[in-house]
C-alpha cells in the first residue's frame, strides 16, 4: 500500500471526517458585487497552505494537524515532507484522494527546486517503478511533474501515480493524487488537471 494516501484509503472509509469542507459553487450576492471567491489553501478555507487552487465539485477537504501526523508515525512523512490536507473523492463517486504535502527541510527547503524535491517524494514510495518526470507550468508557477507506478503485493496490482511538486517561500510543495486502482486513478484525473491549472500561491 502507498505510506499515506493509500493507506488512508481503508482507514478513512472506516472512519467518519468531521469538519471536512466541499468547494465546487460561488456565493450569493445578486446586488453587490462578488469578492473573488477563494481557493483551498486560502485563509478562512478548510486547509490553509502555501499555495491555492481549485477543488474539483463535491470533493472533500480535510486538513491535516500536527498532532495526527505524530500518530501517524513512520506513515506520516515521505521523504522531506508530511501531509498538510487530504481531499477525499468519495462524494464526488470516487475512492481515493488528493493529497498535499508540504515541508521546509532537505529538498523541501525554500530555495531549491521543485525536480529535486520530486525525486526525493518519489524515491520515499515503496515498490515505484517507470517514473518519468517532467518540468510544466501549474496555473504561472514553474512545477515538475511525476507519473509513475506503485506495485501492491498484498493486492497483487500495480497502480498509476501522478504528482506535482513547487516551491515556495514556505518550502516545498507537492500534490499526490493516487487512488483504489487504475480505473479510480483515471476517474480522478480531471481533478488534479484542475487543481494544476488553478494552482498559485497564497499570500
Known sequence: MRKVSQAMVSAMVAMSVLGGCSFGGGEGGDEKKKAPEKKLGDKGTACVLPVHFTLATSWKAEAITQATV???????????????????????????????????????????????????????????????????????????????????????????????????????????LGGLDADEHKAMLPAFELAKKSLGLTS
Open 70 to 176: 505524530d500518530q501517524m508515525g513512520p506513515l506520516g512523512h515521505q521523504g522531506p515532507l508530511t501531509p498538510a490536507c487530504e481531499l477525499d473523492a468519495k462524494p464526488a463517486g470516487n475512492i481515493g484522494f488528493l493529497t498535499v504535502w508540504s515541508g521546509t527541510k532537505g529538498a523541501a527547503a525554500p530555495g531549491g527546486t521543485s525536480r529535486a524535491l520530486m525525486k526525493e517524494f518519489v524515491a520515499a514510495e515503496h515498490f515505484e517503478s517507470k517514473l518519468k518526470l517532467r518540468e510544466v507550468k501549474a496555473g504561472g508557477l514553474s512545477a515538475t511533474e511525476a507519473s509513475y507506478t506503485v506495485a501492491d503485493p498484498s493486492a497483487g496490482e500495480v497502480r498509476p501515480e501522478r504528482a506535482l511538486a513547487v516551491m515556495t517561500k514556505h518550502g516545498g510543495v507537492v500534490l499526490h
